[in-house]
């Protein structure tokens, strides 16, 4: 029996050879680099947001509009069978109050340690250093070559990822092998991606978190956009779950409105800071607003809204508390675009998924071969979406290739 061929050793390739290998298959696993998941090893600083502790349609919904392809491979491992496998190879994960699943260890390489060993429980043939140039199929078998030479496959299963971090690996392998055999490509772009802002006075705060925030984006010719959640100041301009989540509807340039202060209303916020003023008269204003600022900010923040911060709290009366209220909830920042492919945690676009069947995985134009993961146009929010759907992905894609190919390895019989 010719073996399943997987392209790619991500959580995703991962998933797809151990399951198939599970399933019955031979299955040989295909690596370009010289050590696999390395790109796992990075996610979540390093930690492993490996999943969410969210229901399925709550899951589904994070994929921007794209999410109900993803219903076959949720139904097939969702968080509980992936949590169960990771426990049977050794690593237990635990939830945090965000609602998010890590390794109990707080290591990413724990958790490819134990989906290496899944693969190698099964009998899966790992070959690293193997960059494949080609994949065909003119009669019969799947033709790989690769810089290690030709490799015949019964089925293959694409899950290189997609462009993010190209220091790991992911440098769209996978776009160019689909378009050789005739799949569209969705162009794709960074997601999940810090912004680059114009105001150069952000470079002395980088570091600074600012929790619940709540950020609208404003760009010619489209309708804006609000999110709110939490916000990081970086040398470069603004990150954080809530610029991440923005980051997908981000065109070009733009201006961000950043309400700072979003559980207060305008006057409510007003007469806060008049009470301040009233109870600290002898101190100067930037050192009133601690209690609703960190205190990095209060001064740069000020001078942006051209209000003088060594005044007295004493001299400052309700106009002055009105002009704080309003640049505590519009500061605003010019966005002149992302921090690019190299710093997205992934890649919107991809493979296109009508040309894919979601109950198996399988090309709808070429039988026996499959894709998973990344590499497909599927991108979901931050908080362990993505890393979840790659699992789920993989595990349907090896499941179906290992049903399909022993099946017609019996007929042949």
Same mark, same amino acid.
């Given at each position: 029996m010719l073996p399943i061929v997987v392209i790619g050793a991500g959580p995703a390739g991962l998933l797809a050879a151990g399951r198939a290998a599970e399933c019955g298959a031979?299955?040989?696993? &295909?690596?370009?680099?010289?050590?696999?998941?390395?790109?796992?090893?990075?996610?979540?600083?390093?930690?492993?947001?490996?999943?969410?502790?969210?229901?399925?349609d709550t899951f589904i919904g994070q994929f921007f509009g794209q999410g109900r392809f993803l219903y076959p491979a949720l139904q097939?491992?969702?968080? +509980?069978?992936?949590?169960?496998?990771?426990?049977?190879?050794?690593?237990?994960?635990?939830?945090?109050h965000q609602g998010k699943y890590f390794p109990v260890t707080g290591q990413a390489s724990d958790v490819l340690?134990?989906? &290496?060993?899944?693969? @190698?429980? @099964?009998?899966? @043939?790992?070959?690293?250093?193997?960059?494949v140039q080609s994949i065909q199929r003119v009669q019969g078998p799947f033709e790989i070559k690769s810089n290690q030479g030709t490799v015949l496959a019964g089925a293959v299963i694409v899950t290189t990822g997609g462009m993010t971090y190209p220091v790991t690996g992911s440098a769209g392998d996978g776009y160019r092998l689909a378009a050789q055999l005739g799949h569209s490509i969705v162009p794709p772009r960074p997601a999940?991606?810090?912004? $680059?802002?114009?105001?150069?006075? &952000?470079? +002395?705060?980088?570091?600074?978190?600012?929790p619940d925030v709540e950020v609208r984006l404003d760009q010619p010719g489209q309708k804006p956009v609000t999110r709110r959640g939490d916000m990081l100041l970086t040398h470069k301009g603004i990150s954080g779950p809530v610029i991440l989540k923005l980051s997908r509807e981000l065109q070009s340039s733009a201006d961000v409105h950043i309400n700072l202060l979003p559980s207060f209303t305008r006057p409510e916020l007003i007469a806060a %800071?008049?009470? +301040?003023?009233?109870?600290?008269?002898? @101190?100067? %204003?930037?050192?009133?607003l601690d209690g609703f600022l960190p205190h990095r900010l209060v001064a740069p923040l000020l001078a942006a809204a051209g209000i003088e911060s060594d005044r007295m709290a004493a001299q400052a009366g309700r106009h002055?508390? +009105?002009?704080?209220?309003?640049?505590?909830?519009?500061?605003?920042? =010019?966005? =002149?675009?992302?921090?690019?492919?190299?710093?997205?945690?992934?890649?919107?676009?991809? $493979?296109? &998924?009508?040309?894919?069947?979601?109950?198996?995985?399988?090309?709808r134009l070429v039988p026996g071969l499959y894709f998973a993961g990344e590499v497909l146009d599927l991108d979901g929010d931050t908080g362990g979406y993505n890393l979840q759907a790659a699992c789920s992905t993989g595990y349907l894609a090896g499941q179906s290739a290992a049903a399909a190919l022993l099946r017609h390895t019996s007929n042949d019989r």
């Open positions: 031979p299955v040989r696993l &295909l690596e370009k680099n010289h050590e696999p998941g390395r790109k796992l090893l990075i996610t979540g600083a390093g930690r492993c947001n490996i999943t969410s502790a969210v229901d399925r097939t491992m969702y968080r +509980e069978e992936l949590l169960d496998l990771l426990a049977r190879h050794g690593i237990r994960c635990q939830v945090d340690a134990a989906l &290496l060993h899944y693969d @190698q429980k @099964q009998g899966v @043939q790992l070959m690293t250093d193997s960059t999940l991606v810090p912004f $680059v802002v114009k105001q150069t006075y &952000l470079h +002395e705060l980088a570091g600074l978190s600012l %800071i008049l009470r +301040e003023f009233a109870q600290n008269g002898r @101190q100067h %204003i930037k050192n009133c002055i508390a +009105e002009q704080i209220a309003r640049a505590m909830s519009d500061w605003t920042l =010019t966005v =002149t675009g992302t921090q690019g492919i190299h710093s997205a945690m992934v890649t919107a676009g991809g $493979v296109s &998924l009508r040309e894919i069947n979601p109950a198996s995985l399988e090309s």
